[in-house]
């Protein structure tokens, strides 16, 4: 036992991956399912804000964009279960835990889209800052979750870039759809600083994550940098992000930023957002309309297994 427990703490000093079949500790077993899982939850849950507007969307080309998006996060959902899977738990049962609220999924999809200007938002200020977050996890100790990272971070650039050029689009318009944006931004930026988790001196997991290695940043390292990378973006636009103590801080080398207010995140967390009811409604409600697909992907499963045996 002491031998396993040396391999494994040597493998993270090392700053190699640790593989399915290694040994690790349960915590170690226990946080990555946790994570994995509440990540691939977030990004099935994530198609629904955006999903909403496929048959809205105001052109074609708008709506390929969107299509493809949305099938993308469908796409990395998939990859995180199967990420989590070589730890030990399949996705019927994580999908399980999700649907009986013992999981949790990103606070941000708890919020509503309001106008098309929010799919652009997504895009920029979602998508960046899940990016911002996400980068790092290509180089997180456990092999396939950092493995499966690197695609997603690389379908995740496309989607803030799409963000991005729609808002653009949207600003050189009329002035009825650069209000849309700015709407659209003061309703989701102090959201997407909440993505981040909570601060440092509240973070439960984090000091045990970075001494995995799972983590590389703590969660007020990243949402600084997410700051830092979007002012001079929202300056290009042309939108005003809605916080008065936003500045630059030539001491830090940084922005200081307003306070945030953490007791919407607690809300939003434990159930209580403007959309949790809905989302997990629409979410529930796929998982029992699939289940005849389930079945006979099972029995076609069983048939080919017993004629294969024959
Ligand atoms: N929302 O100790 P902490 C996407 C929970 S998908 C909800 O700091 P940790 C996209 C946290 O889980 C975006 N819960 O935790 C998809 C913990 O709860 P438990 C998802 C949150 O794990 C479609 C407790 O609060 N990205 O980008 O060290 C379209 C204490 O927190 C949140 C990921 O999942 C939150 N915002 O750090 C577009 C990335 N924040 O389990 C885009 C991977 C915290 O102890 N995950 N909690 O009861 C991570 O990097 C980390 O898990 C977090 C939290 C930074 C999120």
């Known amino acids: 036992m002491a031998d396993l427990q040396e391999h494994?703490?040597?493998?993270?000093?090392?700053?190699?991956?640790v593989e399915p079949r290694d040994w690790m500790p349960d915590g170690y077993r226990g946080t990555m399912i946790r994570q994995i899982a509440?990540?691939?939850?977030?990004?099935?849950i994530g198609m629904q804000p955006e999903g909403a507007w496929i048959t809205r969307a105001p052109s074609l080309r708008r709506k390929a964009i969107l299509l493809a998006k949305v099938q993308d996060e469908a796409g990395h959902g998939l990859y995180l279960y199967s990420a989590a899977e070589t730890l030990g738990t399949d996705r019927a049962e994580l999908t399980g835990k999700l649907i009986e609220g013992r999981q949790k999924y990103s606070s941000i999809f708890n919020y509503p889209t309001l106008s098309y200007a929010d799919v652009g938002v997504i895009g920029?200020?979602?998508?960046?800052?899940?990016?911002?977050?996400?980068?790092?996890?290509?180089?997180?100790?456990?092999?396939?979750y950092a493995r499966a990272m690197i695609r997603i971070c690389k379908e995740e650039s496309f989607h803030q870039r799409q963000g991005y050029e729609l808002l653009m689009t949207m600003m050189a318009g009329t002035?009825?759809?650069r209000d849309m944006v700015q709407d659209a931004v003061d309703r989701w930026w102090w959201p997407s600083l909440m993505m981040f988790g909570p601060p440092?001196?509240?973070?439960?997991?984090?000091?045990?994550?970075?001494?995995?290695?799972?983590?590389?940043?703590t969660n007020d390292e990243l949402r600084q940098r997410f700051v830092d990378m979007t002012v001079p973006q929202a300056e290009a636009l042309g939108v005003t992000l809605p916080d008065p103590g936003l500045r630059w801080n030539p001491e830090r080398g940084h922005h200081d930023f307003g306070p945030i207010d953490w007791s919407?995140?607690?809300?939003v967390i434990s159930g209580n957002g403007p959309c949790n009811a809905e989302r997990m409604a629409?979410?529930?409600a796929a998982h029992e309309d699939g289940a005849w697909v389930r079945e006979a992907a099972a029995a076609y499963a069983r048939k080919t297994r017993d004629g294969e045996a024959a």
């Not at 979602?126 to 996890?137: S, T, W």
């Open 264 to 267: 919407e995140l607690q809300r």
């Open 38 to 44: 509440q990540h691939a939850h977030s990004e099935i």
């Open 282 to 284: 629409v979410r529930r």
């Open 200 to 217: 440092d001196h509240a973070s439960p997991n984090t000091e045990r994550s970075m001494a995995w290695k799972i983590k590389r940043h």
């Open 124 to 144: 920029w200020l979602v998508d960046g800052a899940a990016i911002c977050n996400q980068v790092p996890l290509c180089r997180s100790s456990y092999g396939p």
């Open 8 to 17: 494994f703490d040597r493998t993270i000093a090392r700053d190699q991956r």
């Open 175 to 177: 002035p009825a759809q």
